[in-house]
């Protein structure tokens, strides 16, 4: 199972938007509504920040919203602010219970 | 609070072999799915297995990066997840997480516990 495909770096400043790719296949993405976005920061455990596509756990703010169309999900951080420079990873099912994460974004607020 | 805590980490050689744990707490353990995810030093996440609840008979699915080669087993009873990691290879050195599943969603990880496969 290949690594989704994300892009190795975001950046945006103080209160823009910043909006992270995450594609796969229909063997993954495209077939299942089950991706994922997690954010990292350095030296610390994953943070589950989406799941299901477009749902916010409890305690996540409602800058992060996520979406799909196709074999691609987003993740979309509005309202940038300092804390939200971290690594981010979005996570599929990928059938026949596996399961599969991007290559990570790092994400800088300028 | 839920909370889940890894031991068993350290240094072996490669062929060699080692047992991690994760303690957990703050959650019926028996009702969840645990995962385990594994992050290579300045790489990204990488998931390696997961163990399903009693429910659904225990079972276990690998990543093919360690299957026949890592076995995942839990004790309810102890509220316990394990990794038994046998012929480990330099490329196996990471840190571990154990994390809790709730529909196909990790929610809950734990801090990690390294481990490094060299001579």
């Known amino acids: 199972q290949s690594a989704l495909t994300q892009p190795p770096s975001a950046s945006g400043s103080p209160g823009q938007s910043v909006t992270i790719s995450c594609t796969g296949t229909?063997?993954?993405?495209?077939?299942?509504?089950?991706v994922s976005w997690y954010q990292q920061h350095p030296g610390k455990a994953p943070r589950l920040m989406i799941y299901?596509?477009?749902k916010r756990p409890s305690g996540v703010p409602d800058r992060f919203s996520g979406s799909k169309s196709g074999n691609t999900a987003s993740l979309t951080v509005s309202g940038l602010q300092a804390e939200d420079e971290a690594d981010y990873y979005c996570?599929?099912?990928?059938?026949?219970?596996?399961?599969?994460f991007g290559t990570g974004t790092k994400v800088s607020v300028l | 609070e839920v909370l889940l805590v890894e031991s068993g980490g350290g240094l072996v050689q490669p062929g060699g072999s080692l047992r991690l744990s994760c303690a957990a707490s703050?959650?019926?353990?028996?009702?969840?799915?645990m995962d385990w995810v594994r992050q290579a030093p300045g790489k990204g996440l990488e998931w390696i297995g997961r163990?399903?609840?009693?429910?659904?008979?225990?079972?276990?699915q690998y990543a093919a990066s360690v299957k026949g080669r890592f076995t995942s087993s839990r004790d309810d009873s102890k509220n316990s997840l394990y990794l038994q990691m046998n012929s480990l290879r330099t490329e196996d050195t990471a840190v571990y997480y154990c994390?809790?599943?709730?529909?196909?969603?990790?929610?809950?990880w734990g801090q990690g516990t390294l481990v490094t496969v060299s001579s």
């Open positions: 163990t399903k609840n009693k429910g659904n008979s225990h079972v276990t």
């Open positions: 703050g959650f019926t353990f028996s009702d969840h799915y």
């Open positions: 994390a809790r599943d709730t529909d196909a969603a990790l929610d809950y």
């Open positions: 299901e596509v477009s």
């Open positions: 996570s599929s099912y990928a059938g026949d219970n596996n399961y599969v």
């Open positions: 229909s063997s993954d993405v495209g077939g299942y509504d089950y």
